[in-house]
C-alpha cells in the first residue's frame, strides 16, 4: 500500500508544533550593574569621614595646629586652646604663635616677672616692630602690655622681664598682640607729646604719618658723679652724630647740677639704623602712623596727650 507523502509532511510539523522545545527569537544584551561602583563610592565616603573626624574634632573643640622651631632648627607641631575672646589660658604647655612667624613657649609669671622663650622663622629686630603681650587676671581683666624687644631668630632666646604692673592673679589669660594688624584709630593729631621721667618726645605728624621728631632729656643726678659724666659725653657723642645729618639739630646745655640733651631730627634724611650705638627705638621712622606710636609708647609706660 502506497504512503501518501504529504502525511509525513503533515506528521512533521505538528511533531514540531508540539514539541516542549523553546524556540529563540533573540538575544537581549545584559545590563551592566551598578553595585560595584555604589560600594566603591559607599567605601570613600566611610574612609573620609574616619580620617577626616579628628580635624573636625579639634575645628569644633576651638583647636588649631601651630608650628615652632626649637633648638634643632626641626618643626614640630603643638596645640593651641583659645577661648572665644582670643585669650589663652596660661599652662605649663602654652605656646603662642602670630602668622606661624613668631613663636613664644615657656611661658611663666611669677615674682612680678614674665619669662618664655622666643624663637622666628626669619631674623628680626622687635625693637623696630609692633608686638605685644596683653597680660589679663584670672577675672580676664587688663593688667598692662609688654613689649616685645631685642633681636629674634631661628636660635631660641630665652627672655625675662620686670612688670610694671602687680600681678597676684592666681591664673593669668595672654594674648599676642601685632598692633600692625590690629583695628587701632588714629589720633589725628599733628603733635603728640610723649613723657616718661626726665624723657619728653614730641612728634609730628603729616596726615597722620610722622615726620619730625624731637627729644629733650634731662640729667640732675649727680649721685654718682662717675655715671653722670660718662652719660654727659654719651649725650654729646650723640648730639654731634645728629648734627651731621641734614635737616636735623642737637645740643646738650650744661647747668650748675644738671645737663640737657636736645635734639630735632628731620626723619626724610635719617633712618634708626643710622644712628648705631646711639640709636633710641622711641623716634621711630619716618611715615610710621601716629596711632602705631601712641600705642606703643603707652604701653612702654609714657604719658601721651
Known amino acids: 500500500m502506497n504512503q501518501n507523502p504529504n502525511n509525513n509532511i503533515n506528521s512533521n510539523v505538528n511533531n514540531n508544533l508540539n514539541s516542549n522545545d523553546a ?4 538575544e537581549l544584551k545584559k545590563e551592566k550593574s551598578s553595585k560595584p561602583l555604589f560600594v ?9 569621614t574616619c580620617f577626616g573626624l579628628p580635624y573636625l574634632e579639634k575645628y569644633f573643640n576651638g583647636e588649631e595646629e601651630g608650628y615652632y622651631l626649637n633648638d634643632s632648627y626641626t618643626t614640630t607641631t603643638t596645640t593651641v586652646r583659645q577661648i572665644d575672646d582670643g585669650l589663652t589660658l596660661l599652662k605649663n604647655d602654652t605656646i603662642l604663635i602670630d602668622d606661624n612667624k613668631l613663636f613664644l613657649e615657656n611661658i611663666s ?3 612680678n616677672t614674665i ?4 624663637t622666628a622663622k626669619a631674623s628680626e629686630n622687635l625693637d623696630l616692630a609692633f608686638y605685644y603681650l596683653e597680660i589679663y587676671d584670672s577675672s580676664k581683666v587688663l593688667l598692662g602690655k609688654v613689649k616685645l624687644t631685642g633681636y629674634v631668630g631661628t636660635v631660641s632666646n630665652n627672655r625675662n622681664i620686670t612688670l610694671s ?3 597676684n592673679s592666681n591664673e593669668y589669660y595672654l594674648k599676642l598682640i601685632n598692633a600692625e594688624k590690629e583695628e587701632l584709630p588714629d589720633i589725628n593729631q599733628e603733635l603728640l607729646t610723649c613723657t616718661l621721667n626726665n624723657n619728653t618726645y614730641s612728634y609730628t605728624f ?9 627729644h629733650s632729656y634731662v640729667n640732675n643726678n649727680q649721685t ?4 653722670y659724666v660718662s652719660d654727659l659725653n654719651r649725650n654729646k657723642a650723640k648730639s654731634d652724630l645728629i648734627k651731621t645729618f641734614e635737616g636735623s639739630e642737637s645740643d646738650v646745655v650744661e647747668e650748675e647740677g644738671k645737663f640737657t640733651f636736645n635734639a630735632t631730627l628731620s ?13 633710641d627705638y622711641n623716634y621711630y621712622n619716618y611715615g610710621t602712623l601716629s596711632k602705631l606710636i601712641n600705642y606703643d609708647m603707652i604701653a612702654k609706660g609714657f604719658d601721651c596727650k
Not at 40 to 48: A, D, E, Q, T, Y
Open 40 to 48: 566603591i563610592i559607599v567605601f570613600l565616603l566611610v574612609l573620609g
Open 115 to 118: 619669662s618664655y622663650k622666643i
Open 109 to 111: 609669671i611669677a615674682n
Open 224 to 227: 654718682d658723679l662717675n655715671s
Open 267 to 279: 626723619l626724610n634724611n635719617i633712618k634708626l639704623t643710622d644712628l648705631g650705638d646711639y640709636v
Open 206 to 214: 603729616e596726615n597722620n604719618a610722622l615726620t619730625v621728631v624731637k
Open 23 to 26: 524556540i529563540v527569537l533573540g
Open 165 to 167: 604692673f602687680n600681678t
